[in-house]
């Protein structure tokens, strides 16, 4: 069949979701049709939940009837060709899909090894498909022995929630000598290692998987210090890389990286084409090098740049470019990072600088529900521009790291961040004398 | 008896502390001589809290033993004149301290009110020593019925704290015909009124005392209504006045408002003599007009901005004025205000447009320790800038809320917040598709 729309979206995750509702918003009276191929997808940061936190997978299905709801057409099935010349997109089922603007958003795949084994059965990358992923679930219920390979945020987050399975042997293992390696330095990931070894994960570095072993099913994996160890399950967070094929065999230009190449407003090398979230090169904030962060919050924001700008710039990007900025919740802690941490930034040859607090989130620290919070602060010593920050610490965490981003993508200084203007509450934050970003950055005169 | 001292402060609360903590980082050589008049003192924004939340009044003691560890020489005095001619203070005790930089952080005094029986026994204007509000916890104890004067955020957190104990008869009473008039919009407003009343609180809108009777104790009051209410206890959160006298009589120039004229650096016409905290005169970041915001956060910003620079302007203030930032906690309910709202800025005549948000702080939203979020920002219609920002939701609030606050001390547009990159969690945060600063952002399209 032939459909003619005015956007044409390809993908199903977050970005096509907030490509979708920012143009409904800023165009109206277009019409909006997204394409996806599978059935029935997931909210991507929510997979791990769907282990054990939330009651049942079906709570993390990536929902659709709000956005059927504002009129976007909705429809299952896979663009295979886009045809530039004539602006048609052509798919599997032989429908062709005529469009005035067209936004790829068709994300990223799980990284594989290429290793003996990785093809037996239970062994799962993460796809983010929920009948794939509710297959997952049902394996690891009835698994003894379980792996997760990689010690980054999935890996870290899939563990713990893995350790509050009862009767597992959970093993984790990372090939760098500590956990979250990209996003902290090593204080931080030293408090996670605790936290994971105390709900009895047992956790393994410097460590190779070499070779999975099994007949049809895995039944062990072979590692680089010359173990074997039995496994019912793997669970592989090894990152991803983008999902560039379509673009690329249309002709589109490729960025240094392995994505997309996109220009500030996301416009590929066709100014009627946009490209979103994890397929999308993205250059860092810091230095304009390829950064290729796959995050739905990076994505989303690229989603909402395309989509306000589809049909005329409309909503100019002031930022300079990607930061990484994440956060995640292990059984009570919580850790979050953005920006350089001291050793990224010394590996990028940046002139640094640190300052560091440590405290309760409460004042008086003995009122009710108070955490401990531990902040680091990466500054440039010459410049004194705040360039990265590190929190571990209680719930209040997850949006200290988001003050932190903003203060990022604003160029603070440190004089700034001493002379901030902040609300302060026994129930919700350190004592105004004592308050944590401010401290931190008073700290630095003692690196200096 | 005669001292000498590098550095003199005068003033026994946070901004005391923070100059005298910041003046030991930056001038270790210096020495330092605080002269306080309360033998103890206490916690500001903890006074509400010793009532019900805090095991024992004692945990709200303000410390002075970790200033003393610095080697800060504490003195219980009260200072009763300054001779700047010759550098020195004379104190009631009749020493006299000599001085190469002193500062003024002397407070404020209550608001009390020019009505019959207001010096009644057991009515309590919040005076914050140690021994007056421990005697005041204990009247509490044994009262029956309790008035609270005064619907700012003292007297919310007072009302609330009150209604935990069993068997008071709690009002609230506010002459204006709202709670939190000054910091929120109504729609806010309502939402302190409800949680409140269901626990129990009576609320008197629109209604002023106009006599407080009894003999030797209070027993009763009488209302601008005509009704006459029992009272065995009036708690007065009505406010305060800088404490400016000292100030005043050594020739000090006074601002326009009722603080002491202090410049960027919190320097007074004199430039050995700094003044910080309640008693310096404050310019509105907005308008530059008098803005007299009382808080211990502002208190203290100030003082790192004076103890950095007495001897030489080291930390530059890149601030353009104050700004009124402010959290509370209601038993779960938390509010938080920044800057002006829709109410204040129209009184100001700026032309603004608001966006609103309404969700969960968790995604999916059925996870554990989710709470409502609602959120609403102010721009400038014209230039899109942010000008204030109002919060209510669970624990997560008390920090975005400084998210908000360092938007607009770096004043970030509504485009900025719309492509602002966030770390989002399901823990922590909404999802990345509905990050509450950017839809609220957004929003702002259907206001214009």
Redesign the interface.
């Known amino acids: 069949m032939q459909f003619s729309t005015d956007i044409l979206i390809i993908g199903g995750g977050?970005a096509s979701?907030?490509v979708a509702?920012?143009a409904k918003?800023?165009y109206p009276q277009k019409s909006i049709t997204i394409i996806k191929d599978k059935k029935i997808g997931v909210?991507p940061?929510?997979i791990p939940?769907m282990i054990y936190?939330?009651?049942k997978p079906e709570?993390?299905i990536m929902p659709f009837d709000a956005i059927e709801k504002l009129g976007v057409d909705v429809k299952i099935d896979r663009a295979i060709k886009i045809k530039r010349d004539d602006k048609t997109v052509i798919t599997e089922n032989g429908d062709i899909y005529s469009y005035e603007k067209l936004v790829i958003a068709t994300g990223s795949k799980p990284i594989t090894l290429n290793i003996e084994g990785f093809n037996l059965k239970n062994v799962f990358p993460i796809f983010k498909d929920f009948e794939y992923l509710k297959q997952m679930v049902d394996s690891i219920k009835k698994a003894k022995n379980i792996i997760v390979l990689g010690g980054g945020f999935i890996g870290v987050e899939f563990a713990d929630e893995l350790s509050n399975l009862k009767d597992k042997n959970v093993y984790l293992i990372e090939i760098k000598d500590r956990l979250l390696p990209n996003s902290f330095d090593p204080e931080f990931s030293d408090l996670v290692k605790s936290k994971l070894e105390n709900k009895g994960v047992n956790i393994l570095l410097d460590t190779k998987v070499e070779k999975i072993l099994g007949k049809e099913n895995v039944e062990r994996v072979s590692l680089s210090d010359g173990r074997v160890i039995d496994a019912d399950v793997v669970v592989c967070g090894l990152g991803g890389v983008p999902n560039v094929e379509l673009a690329k065999s249309c002709g589109l230009d490729m960025g240094k990286g392995k994505g997309i190449w996109v220009d500030e407003y996301m416009r590929t090398s066709d100014r009627d084409i946009f490209a979103v979230g994890d397929c999308a090169g993205k250059r860092d904030f810091f230095t304009r090098r390829d950064n290729p962060v796959m995050?739905?919050?990076?994505?989303?924001?690229e989603a909402?740049?395309a989509g306000?700008n589809l049909y005329e710039l409309k909503?100019?990007?002031?930022?300079k470019g990607?930061?990484g900025?994440?956060?995640?919740?292990i059984s009570g802690l919580?850790l979050?990072s953005?920006g350089l941490t001291e050793t990224s930034a010394k590996e990028e040859n940046f002139e640094v600088v640190v300052g560091n607090y440590e405290g309760i989130d409460k004042?008086?620290g003995?009122?009710?529900?108070g955490s401990k919070i531990k902040i680091k602060l990466v500054f440039s010593k010459q410049s004194g521009i705040l360039m990265g920050g590190q929190v571990a610490g209680g719930?209040?965490?997850?949006?200290?790291?988001?003050?932190i981003?903003?203060?990022i993508?604003?160029n603070?200084?440190i004089?700034?961040l001493?002379?901030?203007?902040?609300?302060?509450?026994?129930?919700?934050?350190p004592?105004?004398?004592k308050?944590h970003l401010?401290i931190a950055a008073?700290n630095v005169?003692e690196d200096l």
Chains 1, 2 share one sequence.
């Open positions: 977050p979701v907030v509702n920012t918003k800023y909210i940061c929510g939940y936190s939330l009651s709570d993390n995050l739905a919050s990076v994505a989303t924001a909402r740049i306000a909503v100019i990007r002031e930022n990607t930061i900025i994440f956060s995640t919740y919580v979050a953005v004042h008086p003995n009122l009710p529900y719930f209040s965490a997850g949006e200290i790291i988001n003050i981003g903003m203060a993508q604003k603070v200084s004089t700034e001493e002379t901030f203007q902040m609300a302060t509450h026994p129930y919700l934050t004592a105004p004398t308050y401010v008073q005169l």
